[in-house]
């Protein structure tokens, strides 16, 4: 009676699991796009690109998500209790609790940014300033009509504009009438605006900073030794006033009279905030960093901001490594639980492309491609320095790179050297690889698909059929290829190495990446999400339970997990869940099995059991009577375990097929029929 009811109460929980299965949010890597930050009191608010605000209560320790998800927050202002935010495309929105809920309190037009003078709230907006007397509940538009407004600023009862095209423009009126306040100001395409005293300063395109002494009468270039003047913000210390610009951040001790450099460099700095002493500089992809001492050194505090955008992943052994966007490599070693940054000597964080040959781990940067020998712990650069660097692909040991404008390099010893392979490939701009036995196919952006039978020495273009010539993602299953793109939606497959096309649906997907496991394909893209065919593109199922950005860009399986990348972070979702390999037992096999499938002889689908007793690569593929491979059911690392999955012979003729298992040193092959 004990043994039935332990049965009965497996049975229950692997049901419930079954009915529950969703994607679930990884613990990282944390960082991201962060366009704002604004302090209130001792809560600090990030607005991120993408997945809407986060607070922190501890000076960045740690941050948690309070709404908005899914926006894409330009501004943040603060008149408590009531917290503004602006977001692109939405419109703006007030909380009254810290961000734990939202009210909409305007959806007509472009808000850029927010800024208050008592009980007054004013809006910049795509087409002029607006002002709110209710707390947003209803808006007048109080002049600069047409105008872009990008930013506001206020000094006693003055308020500034700072517009995109038209310089700076005050009113001293609430708005009532405006003067253009400009003279000086030799670039009229204003960033943002900023005040220290009575000191008021303009960040422009390109031009740097300007200051003005006299409420914007007149203002003068405070440049010198702002090497870089592409700033995005201002910020306030005592006497130190800092810049954050597209290389890092900047300080001036004398209201920028000169410049110094002093962190984050090869950064972009959208925003700065500050609490006390405390800086934070919210950037590109990298996250929210905190200085202590005056931007001198700088620490990363992004634990718990899942704005981070993951490009690429790759394993060695049971190390899961993913390539992010600014934020570098980070390295998992509980399959995606948790992950940490793994980035000492990569001198560009900008990755978009992992790959592995044997125990050397390549990474393709925005600056080249890097190596390590050692998981991770250090990297050093190993070619293509001025070339960004999209994609990966190997054929044994030869290392191909597909570069944006560059073309297609080869490396065959580790990196050391780099030969250029581009001859017929007349569009070098090339988002993917992919590899099907020795073909090498290349998917460029407007050029549609290249292939390559002889390791990239020659190239020809594969396009009879592709209505989408902008190509982001490629991939193979058996002899099926597969392109997607996102200009154009939908799937297409070739059958015959790319000498003709034909679309399998999703057509009004933006297919920005694939993954395959088995005979499954996934594809990822917008508006949509995730979504799997097991059929070779024939119907598609949206599986996006528990995913609560839609907005996917990546995919990949890492162990026995698929991962998707959206604007809120990585999420992993259990193939086990989505797929027909399935984990038959919680007992540890005692050694390796590939039973014969049943029914046996079958049609159209059969089942294939196997055990493995270790932790192994596993491949099983299905051949047919000429050796032919038909189809890869499996090809991934799996945990020790007993598994099941499911042969979909409906696209075959009826004869006998053969069924292949190698895991580490075992190999096993077994017959099976098919009759229809």
Same mark, same amino acid.
């Given at each position: 009676?004990?043994?039935?009811?332990?049965?009965?109460?497996?049975?229950?929980?692997?049901?419930?699991?079954?009915?529950?299965?969703? %994607?679930?949010?990884?613990?990282?890597?944390?960082?991201?796009?962060?366009?704002?930050?604004?302090?209130?009191?001792?809560?600090?608010?990030?607005?991120?690109?993408?997945?809407?605000?986060?607070?922190?209560?501890?000076?960045?320790?740690?941050?948690?998500?309070?709404?908005?998800?899914?926006?894409?927050?330009?501004?943040?202002?603060?008149?408590?209790?009531?917290?503004?935010?602006?977001?692109?495309?939405?419109?703006?929105?007030?909380?009254?609790?810290?961000?734990?809920?939202?009210?909409?309190?305007?959806?007509?037009?472009?808000?850029?940014?927010?800024?208050?003078?008592?009980?007054?709230?004013?809006?910049?907006?795509?087409?002029?300033?607006?002002?709110?007397?209710?707390?947003?509940?209803?808006?007048?538009?109080?002049?600069?009509?047409?105008?872009?407004?990008?930013?506001?600023?206020?000094?006693?009862?003055?308020? +500034?504009?700072?517009? +995109?095209?038209?310089?700076?423009?005050?009113?001293?009126?609430?708005?009532?009438?405006?003067?253009?306040?400009?003279?000086?100001?030799?670039?009229?395409?204003?960033?943002?605006?900023?005040?220290?005293?009575?000191?008021?300063?303009?960040?422009?395109?390109?031009?740097?900073?300007?200051?003005?002494?006299?409420?914007?009468?007149?203002?003068?270039?405070?440049?010198?030794?702002?090497?870089?003047?592409?700033?995005?913000?201002?910020?306030?210390?005592?006497?130190?006033?800092?810049?954050?610009?597209?290389?890092?951040?900047?300080?001036?001790?004398?209201?920028?009279?000169?410049?110094?450099?002093?962190?984050?460099?090869?950064?972009?700095?959208?925003?700065?905030?500050?609490?006390?002493?405390?800086?934070?500089?919210?950037?590109?992809?990298?996250?929210?960093?905190?200085?202590?001492?005056?931007?001198?050194?700088?620490?990363?505090?992004?634990?718990?901001?899942?704005?981070?955008?993951?490009?690429?992943?790759?394993?060695?052994?049971?190390?899961?490594?993913?390539?992010?966007?600014?934020?570098?490599?980070?390295?998992?070693?509980?399959?995606?639980?948790?992950?940490?940054?793994?980035?000492?000597?990569?001198?560009?964080?900008?990755?978009?492309?992992?790959?592995?040959?044997?125990?050397?781990?390549?990474?393709?940067?925005?600056?080249?491609?890097?190596?390590?020998?050692?998981?991770?712990?250090? %990297?050093?650069?190993?070619?293509?320095?001025?070339?960004?660097?999209?994609?990966?692909?190997?054929?044994?040991?030869?290392?191909?790179?597909?570069? %944006?404008?560059?073309?297609?390099?080869?490396?065959?010893?580790?990196?050391?050297?780099?030969?250029?392979?581009?001859?017929?490939?007349?569009?070098?701009?090339?988002?993917?690889?992919?590899?099907?036995?020795?073909?090498?196919?290349?998917?460029?952006?407007?050029?549609?698909?290249?292939?390559?039978?002889?390791?990239?020495?020659?190239?020809?273009?594969?396009?009879?059929?592709?209505?989408?010539?902008?190509?982001?993602?490629?991939?193979?299953?058996?002899?099926?290829?597969?392109?997607?793109?996102?200009?154009?939606?939908?799937?297409?497959?070739?059958?015959?190495?790319?000498?003709?096309?034909?679309?399998?649906?999703?057509?009004?997907? +933006?297919?920005?990446?694939?993954?395959?496991?088995?005979?499954?394909?996934?594809?990822?893209?917008?508006?949509?999400?995730?979504?799997?065919?097991?059929?070779?593109?024939?119907?598609?199922?949206?599986?996006?339970?528990?995913?609560?950005?839609?907005?996917?860009?990546?995919?990949?399986?890492?162990?026995?997990?698929?991962?998707?990348?959206?604007?809120?972070?990585?999420?992993?979702?259990?193939?086990?869940?989505?797929?027909?390999?399935?984990?038959?037992?919680?007992?540890?096999?005692?050694?390796?099995?590939?039973?014969?499938? +049943?029914?046996?002889?079958?049609?159209?689908?059969?089942?294939?059991?196997?055990?493995?007793?270790?932790?192994?690569?596993?491949?099983?593929?299905?051949?047919?009577?000429?050796?032919?491979?038909?189809?890869?059911?499996?090809?991934?690392?799996?945990?020790?375990?007993?598994?099941?999955?499911?042969?979909?012979?409906?696209?075959?003729?009826?004869?006998?097929?053969?069924?292949?298992?190698?895991?580490?040193?075992?190999?096993?092959?077994?017959?099976?029929?098919?009759?229809?």
């Amino acid at each position: 009676m004990k043994n039935l009811y332990v049965l009965i109460f497996v049975s229950v929980v692997i049901f419930y699991s079954s009915l529950n299965a969703q %994607w679930v949010q990884t613990n990282g890597p944390y960082g991201g796009s962060v366009r704002c930050l604004t302090v209130s009191g001792t809560n600090l608010y990030a607005g991120t690109w993408g997945s809407g605000i986060f607070l922190s209560t501890n000076n960045g320790t740690s941050w948690s998500e309070v709404g908005l998800t899914g926006k894409y927050i330009v501004s943040i202002a603060v008149s408590s209790p009531n917290i503004f935010a602006a977001t692109d495309m939405d419109g703006g929105f007030r909380s009254t609790d810290n961000g734990a809920s939202w009210t909409a309190v305007n959806n007509n037009f472009f808000v850029h940014s927010f800024a208050v003078i008592g009980t007054n709230l004013f809006a910049g907006t795509d087409i002029g300033v607006f002002l709110s007397t209710d707390e947003g509940t209803s808006w007048t538009e109080v002049g600069l009509t047409n105008i872009s407004v990008g930013s506001l600023a206020v000094i006693g009862t003055n308020l +500034y504009a700072g517009t +995109y095209l038209s310089g700076v423009f005050l009113t001293t009126n609430n708005g009532t009438s405006w003067t253009e306040v400009n003279s000086g100001l030799t670039n009229t395409h204003v960033f943002s605006l900023a005040v220290s005293g009575t000191n008021l300063f303009a960040v422009t395109q390109w031009s740097g900073v300007f200051l003005s002494t006299n409420n914007g009468t007149s203002w003068t270039a405070v440049n010198n030794g702002l090497t870089n003047t592409y700033v995005y913000s201002l910020a306030v210390i005592g006497t130190n006033l800092f810049a954050g610009t597209v290389g890092g951040v900047f300080v001036s001790t004398n209201n920028g009279t000169s410049w110094s450099e002093v962190g984050l460099t090869n950064t972009t700095v959208f925003s700065l905030a500050v609490i006390g002493t405390k800086l934070f500089a919210g950037t590109w992809e990298g996250g929210v960093f905190l200085s202590t001492d005056n931007g001198i050194s700088w620490t990363a505090v992004n634990n718990g901001l899942t704005n981070i955008s993951v490009k690429s992943l790759a394993g060695i052994g049971t190390n899961l490594f993913a390539g992010t966007g600014a934020g570098g490599v980070f390295l998992s070693t509980d399959n995606g639980t948790s992950w940490t940054a793994v980035n000492n000597g990569l001198t560009n964080t900008d990755v978009f492309s992992l790959a592995v040959i044997g125990t050397n781990l390549f990474a393709g940067t925005y600056g080249g491609v890097f190596l390590s020998t050692d998981n991770g712990t250090s %990297w050093s650069a190993v070619g293509l320095t001025n070339l960004n660097v999209e994609s990966f692909a190997v054929i044994d040991t030869n290392l191909f790179a597909g570069t %944006w404008e560059g073309g297609v390099f080869l490396s065959t010893d580790n990196g050391t050297s780099w030969t250029t392979v581009n001859n017929g490939l007349t569009n070098t701009d090339v988002l993917c690889l992919a590899v099907s036995g020795t073909n090498l196919f290349a998917g460029t952006w407007g050029g549609g698909i290249f292939l390559s039978t002889d390791n990239g020495t020659s190239w020809t273009a594969v396009n009879n059929g592709l209505t989408n010539t902008y190509i982001k993602s490629l991939a193979v299953i058996g002899t099926n290829l597969f392109a997607g793109g996102n200009l154009e939606g939908g799937v297409f497959l070739s059958t015959d190495n790319g000498t003709s096309w034909s679309t399998v649906g999703l057509t009004n997907l +933006y297919v920005e990446s694939f993954a395959v496991s088995g005979t499954n394909l996934f594809a990822g893209g917008t508006p949509g999400g995730v979504f799997l065919s097991t059929n070779n593109g024939t119907s598609w199922s949206e599986v996006n339970n528990g995913l609560t950005n839609t907005a996917v860009f990546f995919l990949a399986v890492g162990g026995t997990n698929l991962f998707t990348s959206t604007y809120n972070g990585l999420w992993r979702r259990s193939l086990s869940d989505l797929t027909g390999v399935k984990d038959q037992s919680n007992e540890i096999p005692s050694q390796f099995i590939l039973e014969q499938n +049943y029914p046996n002889p079958f049609n159209p689908s059969t089942t294939i059991q196997f055990q493995i007793p270790n932790s192994s690569f596993v491949n099983l593929k299905v051949y047919d009577i000429l050796g032919n491979e038909v189809a890869a059911l499996v090809n991934e690392e799996k945990p020790v375990g007993s598994y099941e999955v499911n042969f979909d012979a409906s696209q075959l003729s009826s004869g006998i097929y053969f069924y292949t298992i190698s895991a580490g040193n075992f190999v096993e092959t077994k017959k099976m029929l098919l009759m229809k």
